[in-house]
């Protein structure tokens, strides 16, 4: 049984954003297991929450498959956001969205592009600014996608040249808090 909570709070300083050099994509076919957060009720207890914080945090480490690792994105500072809707009647879930703005078109980011389209599994990890924590799309039963991608090269010579992408995911939690490792370099 999960006790009372007081929950929320103001803060003073400001704690939206994401942290534009941290965010990892990997295939989920990359992993050789991926970590979750604790149920809500299981036959098993060792895989129920006991805190109400169990109900929204991965604690273990994602293992990749030998020779992979997580891409990771350098996006555009302060364009970059979470937004989670509640979706559903009777059994409700959440539908997160990533967006990811990046800058250019070297063949870098539009061969990952490539490597990402056509609605395979992933898993992706973005780092709040405020808070420092690790936000997850996609779990072990239900990978993110890349659900929208639009480069940009904008007719001005100011104008934009850009990426935009869009990872989404429909999950029992709002982008739940990963704690785990992140593999971003080859052995």
């Known amino acids: 049984m999960i006790n009372l909570e007081n929950i929320g709070?103001?803060?003073?300083?400001p704690t939206g954003g994401l942290v534009h050099n941290e965010i990892y994509v990997a295939k989920m076919e990359d992993f050789e297991s991926i970590a979750e957060t604790k149920k809500m009720d299981d036959s098993d207890p060792t895989r129920v929450a006991a805190t109400i914080e169990e109900l929204a945090t991965i604690e273990g480490n994602h293992v990749l498959k030998t020779g992979k690792a997580f891409i990771k994105l350098n996006a555009i500072q302060?364009?970059?956001g979470?937004?989670?809707?509640?979706?559903?009647?009777?059994?409700?879930?959440?539908?997160?969205?990533?967006?990811?703005?990046?800058?250019?078109s070297d063949p870098k980011l539009l061969g990952s592009l490539r490597l990402l389209k056509g609605m395979k599994p992933l898993i992706v990890l973005a780092?709040?600014?405020?808070?420092?924590?690790?936000?997850?799309?996609?779990?072990?039963?239900?990978?993110?996608i890349l659900s929208e991608v639009t480069p940009k090269v904008a007719a001005e010579k100011e104008g934009e040249n850009n990426v935009t992408l869009v990872f989404s995911d429909k999950s029992v939690v709002a982008g739940p808090i990963y704690k785990g490792e992140v593999t971003t370099t080859l052995p």
């Open 9 to 13: 709070g103001t803060d003073i300083e």
């Open 78 to 80: 302060d364009k970059n």
């Open 82 to 104: 979470i937004e989670s809707s509640l979706i559903g009647d009777a059994k409700q879930v959440f539908e997160n969205k990533l967006t990811v703005v990046v800058q250019g």
């Open 127 to 144: 780092r709040e600014s405020g808070s420092g924590r690790l936000r997850q799309l996609g779990s072990k039963n239900y990978g993110a």
